[in-house]
T-cell receptor
Framework: KQEVTQIPAALSVPEGENLVLNCSFTDSAIYNLQWFRQDPGKGLTSLLLIQSSQREQTSGRLNASLDKSSGRSTLYIAASQPGDSATYLCAVSLFTTSGTYKYIFGTGTRLKVLA | SQTIHQWPATLVQPVGSPLSLECTVEGTSNPNLYWYRQAAGRGLQLLFYSVGIGQISSEVPQNLSASRPQDRQFILSSKKLLLSDSGFYLC????????????FGPGTRLTVL
């Protein structure tokens, strides 16, 4: 059974710091891995998607890496800002016998960036 | 462009009452649809997913059921709510074919008293 773990559970940093969020998964048979952002009481917004054949993806100040063989992904946030404060979730996609993909989510890292 | 709607936004229900949450998607055809629950302080738990009308896959045996009566409509139901059904319910869709991203709705906050 696929399990996804995120460390740390919560993180508080001063503005301007570079930071790394970690995600690990137990089964390397994934099709892709995604990082999402969730603001309090809101739905999820996709940040980065890494296909299983890729090693990393970048978007602005965000960089996500994937090491499928070791079951790990990291989300790097450069020069953090108060607006980055949110919960960050990673999810792995698995193919199903129904002919579609399902997503297993981690428990998230709650980030607070202090001004 | 595609949009996803969920209603109601918030709901307070007594234990033992029925439940019906609705999710609709606009601007696309034959989407794959998903229901998730997020309990307080916990991650997203996949409840049901569907690849087409009347086709429902259940992930976790529980007090809930799902139906897909139309191509872009996904309904989450319960005959009798339990306290443990409280949480934030999220609907999501993705294009059928290809392992690309999911798009999430705004969610429904359910409180069972």
């Amino acid at each position: 059974k696929q399990e996804v773990t995120q460390i740390p559970a919560a993180l508080s940093v001063p503005e301007g710091e570079n930071l790394v969020l970690n995600c690990s998964f137990t089964d390397s048979a994934i099709y892709n891995l995604q990082w999402f952002r969730q603001d309090p009481g809101k739905g999820l917004t996709s940040l980065l998607l890494i296909q299983s054949s890729q090693r990393e993806q970048t978007s602005g100040r965000l960089n996500a890496s994937l090491d499928k063989s070791s079951g790990r992904s990291t989300l790097y946030i450069a020069a953090s800002q108060p607006g980055d404060s949110a919960t960050y979730l990673c999810a792995v996609s698995l193919f199903t016998t129904s002919g579609t993909y399902k997503y297993i989510f981690g428990t998230g890292t709650r980030l607070k960036v202090l001004a | 462009s595609q949009t996803i709607h969920q209603w109601p936004a918030t709901l307070v229900q007594p234990v033992g009452s029925p439940l019906s949450l609705e999710c609709t998607v606009e601007g696309t055809s034959n989407p794959n649809l998903y229901w998730y629950r997020q309990a307080a302080g916990r991650g997203l738990q996949l409840l049901f997913y569907s690849v087409g009308i009347g086709q429902i896959s259940s992930e976790v045996p529980q007090n809930l059921s799902a139906s897909r009566p139309q191509d872009r409509q996904f309904i989450l139901s319960s005959k009798k709510l339990l306290l443990s059904d409280s949480g934030f319910y999220l609907c999501a869709w993705r294009y059928s074919g290809g392992a690309d991203t999911q798009y999430f709705g705004p969610g429904t906050r359910l409180t069972v008293l």
